[in-house]
């Protein structure tokens, strides 16, 4: 056993095992922690998809880069589509689609979905694009954005998807850097009662993207935006004409290793990293996933994942895993506050939704308004919640078993990234008895560990890196066009080990407790804490909705924590409540775990993926310049925080 590199102080001991209703009709019995990695994803492989040619050896490894399923063909799109259509599915609903102005739905069964997909395949094989050309998606959330992944896929397209609300600046970084031929968009977009002028934005972005020769326009709001006329065409002029028969358009047997898409993420400072994803692998990681973890029945379940296709959890679970299995799912186009706050708790009446996941910043958002809007609904049809993208406060944990799931349902906590491309640490819903706050354990055939700073592994309870010991299908094939910038970010590190950037620890069950980047890890008189635990003994209390800590420098303690706290219902803090507080982490962990500061506040500064952006918050505390903010979702928040913490002198 060697040092723990994290200090880990809060305990949890709830403990919620499976329902034996629950347990008896899973799809993910205990036994599938017993099947040797290789033998897993062999059955995996062979069974969950279907391929134009047989692979003949499973994987290569040749650290960092592996190969699975190699020497087969098959094509994602025959896998979402074709094969449910051909097996006579055609009518079963694809997506419920709701859009965000009220009242406004269309439900899209796979055979309409295939048609339009084959359309905007002829479409698009029309303006040249053929098996390798890259295409840029920037679409809002709706049909057409699906429709685009998959045409691209079936043509044997590389794209990258480009989040909606993200400027044209970034944009041009991605599309350059991806060197794009084609850019598929649309006119406007809804956000929250508002427009998005994505083809604005496109055409300021554009400017400086000399690869782009095509600029397909989808008719959203149908506003009058400005077309180039060499240039841009509408949708409707892309398939006028188009034949919908599959036969038109056969899909295009793809080597397992080809690529299908690419996916920045940002790092910190320097410029966003394209992730790769190649076919078999990562069609078959995600489908396994979606399968055992959502324990999918696609003949009865309605699946919701809230997320955004824009990011990779819309990828992996909105996009290609839900529709490789077949399943039914809602597609909503907007806020979970438009009109009211009641909005999502409607659509899961409405829809009988079954399976519901979403992230942790939404459920503390739901938190932070109160339960009375859930209960204004029926929600009795949710047999299973999730989560995913944070770690999840035990305190928000419960709220959203007990106000969301009847007290009833179990909740996946979901540990991947974009670059894992699939889950990797989460309960079974069937077999792990759950602890609000942990992901539980490896999923089958996955084997994590943590380590301290010489690699060597902490025991239990100890906190350190998490690493991945072995390749997993999904994982990523490399930052497109820098390999030593993958190489030096994931694998070298820790020697022979995948490293996360996120610290764990692993407690005497061997469950996993995720404590966030390690970048935000604090050091308070030698402990080095994280700042989930204080944030988690912070929401513990029931005046708290939300909450961030950070790190400033202390000429005595080395660093001090300074706390951001938001009160729910709107509430503004007190004297009396900073006390309450500081009194409350105390006790929840230790008096070192104090906060020296704690600035209220109504809102915290996010990404727009809805993380909290401690880095900022650190720029906050320690009174500096901000860095960089080009991806927050709120840049004037942290403005008011800043003038907010300036009022506000230490405690001691
Ligand atoms: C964090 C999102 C704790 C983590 C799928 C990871 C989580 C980063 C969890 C990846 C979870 C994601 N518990 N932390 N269940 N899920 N994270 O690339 O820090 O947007 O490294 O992928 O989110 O974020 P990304």
């Known amino acids: 056993m060697g040092d723990r590199a994290i200090d880990t102080l809060l305990l949890e001991e709830r403990r919620y095992p499976p329902p034996a209703d629950f347990a008896a009709q899973a799809n993910a019995k205990a036994d599938l922690y017993d099947v040797p990695f290789e033998e897993f994803w062999e059955r995996e492989g062979r069974s969950r998809v279907t391929w134009f040619e047989p692979f003949h050896t499973l994987l290569e490894w040749e650290l960092p880069y592996a190969r699975w399923y190699v020497g087969g063909k098959i094509n994602v799109a025959y896998n979402c589509l074709d094969r449910h259509v051909e097996a006579g599915l055609g009518d079963r609903v694809a997506y419920h689609y709701e859009a965000e102005p009220v009242g406004e739905r269309a439900d899209i069964t796979y055979g309409q979905l295939l048609s339009e997909v084959v359309k905007a395949a002829n479409g698009l094989k029309a303006l040249g694009v053929g098996k390798g050309t890259p295409v840029g998606i920037y679409m809002g959330m709706g049909p057409g954005l699906p429709v685009a992944m998959l045409a691209c896929a079936r043509i044997g397209a590389p794209f990258t998807v480009v989040f909606g609300g993200f400027s044209a600046e970034a944009l041009a970084d991605r599309l350059n850097d991806m060197r794009c031929e084609i850019l598929l968009t649309q006119d406007e977009a809804y956000r929250r009662g508002q427009i998005v002028p994505l083809k604005r934005n496109a055409d300021e972005a554009l400017a400086s993207c000399p690869t782009v020769r095509k600029v397909v326009v989808g008719q959203r709001t149908r506003a009058d935006v400005p077309m180039d006329p060499e240039r841009d065409l509408t949708w409707g002029q892309m398939i006028a004409g188009q034949p919908s028969d599959p036969a038109s358009c056969p899909c295009e047997p793809m080597d397992s290793e080809d690529l299908l898409y690419l996916l920045y993420t940002s790092g910190t400072t320097a410029k966003p990293k394209g992730i790769a994803h190649t076919t078999a692998g990562y069609l078959v990681g995600v489908a396994t996933t979606h399968h055992y973890i959502f324990d999918l029945k696609p003949e009865t379940d309605v699946y919701w994942c809230a997320a955004d296709i824009g990011w990779v959890t819309g990828h992996s679970y909105i996009v290609f895993g839900p529709l490789c299995n077949g399943a039914t799912s809602v597609l909503y186009e907007g806020t979970p506050d438009f009109p009211d706050k009641d909005r999502w708790w409607d659509i899961v009446e409405r829809y009988k939704v079954t399976i519901l996941y979403t992230a942790p910043t939404a459920i503390r958002a739901h938190m932070k308004w109160g339960p009375e809007y859930a209960q204004r609904h029926d929600l009795s049809s949710l047999r299973l919640l999730g989560s995913v993208g944070e770690p999840i406060n035990p305190e928000a944990w419960v709220w959203y078993r007990e106000h969301i799931g009847s007290d009833r349902t179990p909740i996946v906590d979901t540990w991947w990234q974009t670059e894992t491309g699939m889950i990797l640490i989460t309960p079974l819903p069937g077999v792990t008895t759950l602890k609000p706050g942990s992901a539980t354990k490896p999923f089958p055939g996955v084997e994590a560990a943590v380590v ?43 020697p022979g080990m995948y490293f996360a950037g996120d610290g764990a620890r692993i407690d005497e069950d061997g469950d996993f407790w995720l404590l966030g980047r390690v970048d ?133």
Not at 525 to 532: L, M
Not at 555 to 572: D, R
């Open 452 to 494: 301290n700073d010489r690699g060597e592994e902490v025991g239990p309870g100890g906190g350190g890196y998490l690493v991945l010991k072995r390749p997993w299908p999904a994982m990523t094939r490399g930052i497109f066009g820098d390999d030593a910038r993958f190489r030096a970010t994931y694998w070298e590190r820790f």
């Open 520 to 652: 935000d890890v604090m050091n308070v008189s030698g402990h080095r804490i994280s700042t989930i635990e204080v944030e988690s003994a912070l929401v513990d209390h029931p005046a708290v909705a939300e909450a961030a800590v950070c790190g400033r420098a202390d000429p005595v303690t080395g660093q001090a924590i300074v706390a951001f706290v938001t009160l729910k219902g709107g509430e503004e803090g007190s004297v009396e409540m900073l006390e309450t507080l500081r009194e409350h982490v105390a006790r929840k962990i230790g008096p070192i775990a104090k906060p020296a500061n704690i600035v209220f506040t109504p809102e915290l500064p996010k990404t727009r993926s809805g993380k909290i952006m401690r880095r900022l918050l650190r720029d906050v505390a320690e009174e500096r310049p901000l860095g960089d903010t080009t991806t927050l979702a709120d840049p004037a928040v942290v403005a008011e925080i800043a003038e907010r913490a300036a009022a506000q002198p230490a405690e001691e």
